[in-house]
């Protein structure tokens, strides 16, 4: 299959996403396959999942019990039998727009995607020394010493082409634990056969190796060679490779980033709700430059499920010492102060509650509903954790809030090193979940921690391909000296140009200047954004 099966000369956007739960993968190129019109490839390793498609026999071909071989079993709307993913594999989901078959209008033709998927994957291992590869008549994927009575299959293949569009992909092993294939299942349905390895051939590459040459020769096949890659992490950041030109604390902010401050009456009076009702709001503990704007406005963003976070980001000051039990008053103490500051749009935070077996959704939850009950026409927002991507999420999905935010907080490179617990698919798959559950979809991020040009594009670029419709930028301030230093001042015309880029994109509204926070001028982007999908929702 030649180039031309595709849209041509659109630039391939790849991303090595790191380790990646099938289950946040999924969500993320599904968004990727319904709501972006571009070109993607994503690499990245599962850990240990079964998955299997609608026509498996899992009665022949699932010899073993998931859970006690410490994995996970997902259906998928692909075809082929039940397969493996798992550490050592490299996983690799094209999100294309095909050419049709014959000519505008007319269905994408499968057969030459199949057999350029596998092309690929032969052309691929060719260039790592392995002359041996090639299709064996009658079975998909790619085998070794196909030609022989013998033949072992070191790739399989599973897509799904729908309207021309492409999703799912192929699964090349590299140094994967073969058991997994050999002894709980039976791979593809393909009991005949065996698999094999780059490993077991042999070979010595690692995954990042293989990675290299399927990016580079993929976007040769599908996009005349153009692409844009961007990798989180392959291994854990020891230090700030920019550390030469940090800025140091106690250096003079430049004038665009001295918020002006002034605690009128407006502030006093807002102040005083929150305390008369115990309150904690993320304006006070964050730090927050716009605190004295905002309040001003008789706005506030409270924080939900007490003061101390169970996570460490290099970049917040919330309280990390152990967090204390939620308090079940506290739903109805935030609703009370929605009332008495009269919010039209109010905005719940939380700190990250990874000792709670539901992350805290829950807690966050009742709150929008009381909210609702004592304060009907307020509009609300929530910025929640990713409770660990679990199905937790679905209980702030099922309330419907009004924005959905979750924050990406830095570009794909630098996730490992700004906030560890988390991860950059992960946040990608929270916000294509919640825009596949109708909701309005907002995230943020900083400048100013050694990000380039080309990787905050990059990052809105990608939500912007999840769906999300609000998008917050602001410059990186540091806390205290116990936190990630400054790299940079971004000017003012930057956070201007990556509002008009993130706009083209087809973002709804870009909030972004050096003091943009996650929930500055919420109220404004939602009423500018959201109005007649809010009208549809509340109906």
Not at 405 to 430: C, D, F, K, M, W
Not at 463 to 480: C, F, K, M, N
Request: with cysteine.
């Amino acid at each position: 299959m030649s180039r031309e099966d595709t849209k041509g000369t659109t630039k391939l956007n790849i991303r090595w996403l790191g380790k990646v739960p099938y289950r946040e993968a999924l969500a993320v190129q599904t968004a990727m396959f319904s709501q972006s019109p571009n070109q993607h490839l994503l690499m990245l390793e599962h850990p240990h999942v079964f998955t299997y498609g609608p026509s498996a026999d899992l009665k022949n071909n699932l010899k073993c019990d998931p859970k006690q071989v410490g994995a996970e079993l997902v259906k998928v709307n692909r075809g082929g039998d039940i397969t493996y993913h798992g550490p050592g594999q490299l996983v690799v989901y094209p999100i294309l727009s095909l050419e049709a078959k014959h000519g505008v209008g007319g269905p994408a033709d499968l057969q030459a995607y199949v057999c350029g998927v596998e092309q690929l994957v032969i052309d691929t291992l060719a260039h790592l020394g392995v002359v041996n590869a090639g299709r064996f008549a009658g079975y998909p994927g790619v085998w070794i010493d196909h030609q022989s009575a013998t033949p072992k299959k070191i790739c399989a293949i599973g897509v799904r082409v729908s309207r021309g569009r492409t999703m799912h992909g192929f699964a090349l092993n590299v140094s994967t634990d073969l058991s997994y294939m050999r002894e709980h299942i039976v791979p593809c349905g393909i009991a005949e056969y065996p698999v094999t390895s780059l490993a077991e051939l042999g070979f010595n590459f690692s995954v990042q190796q293989v990675a290299d040459v399927v990016a580079k020769l993929a976007a040769k096949r599908w996009t005349s060679g153009e692409f844009d890659r961007h990798d989180v992490a392959w291994t854990a950041a020891t230090e700030n490779p920019n550390a030469e030109s940090n800025i140091q604390i106690t250096e003079r902010k430049p004038d665009w980033l001295r918020p002006h401050v002034s605690h009128g009456a407006e502030v006093l009076a807002t102040k005083k709700t929150l305390r008369d009702l115990n309150l904690v709001t993320v304006c006070e503990e964050a730090g927050c430059p716009n605190l004295s704007e905002c309040w001003a406005d008789g706005t506030a963003t409270m924080m939900v499920l007490g003061e101390r976070c169970t996570r460490a980001c290099g970049f917040c000051l919330i309280d990390t010492r152990k967090p204390l039990a939620p308090d079940v008053s506290e739903p109805l103490r935030v609703a009370q102060a929605v009332l008495q500051m009269k919010l039209e749009h109010a905005v719940l935070t939380m700190v990250a509650r990874d000792d709670l077996a539901d992350g805290g959704m829950a807690h966050v939850a009742q709150c929008v509903r009381e909210i609702r009950r004592i304060s009907p026409k307020t509009r609300v927002e929530t910025l929640i954790s990713d409770a660990k991507g679990s199905d937790a999420l679905d209980a702030i999905f099922l309330e419907r809030p009004d924005v959905l935010n979750h924050n990406i907080e830095t570009v794909a490179r630098l996730q490992r090193q700004v906030r560890p617990s988390a991860g950059y698919a992960r946040s990608l798959s929270v916000l294509a979940r919640a825009r596949a559950a109708g909701l309005v979809t907002k995230s943020g991020f900083m400048l100013g921690l050694g990000e380039s040009k080309d990787e905050v594009e990059a990052t809105l670029i990608d939500l912007a391909s999840v769906g999300v419709q609000i998008v917050t930028i602001g410059q990186y301030l540091r806390p205290t000296q116990d936190h990630l230093p400054v790299v940079r001042w971004a000017e003012p015309a930057e956070f201007t140009n990556y509002a008009e880029f993130g706009e083209k994109l087809g973002i709804k509204h870009v909030e972004a200047s050096p003091l943009t926070r996650s929930s500055y001028h919420a109220k404004h982007a939602a009423e500018q954004t959201v109005s007649v999908q809010l009208v549809s929702i509340r109906s």
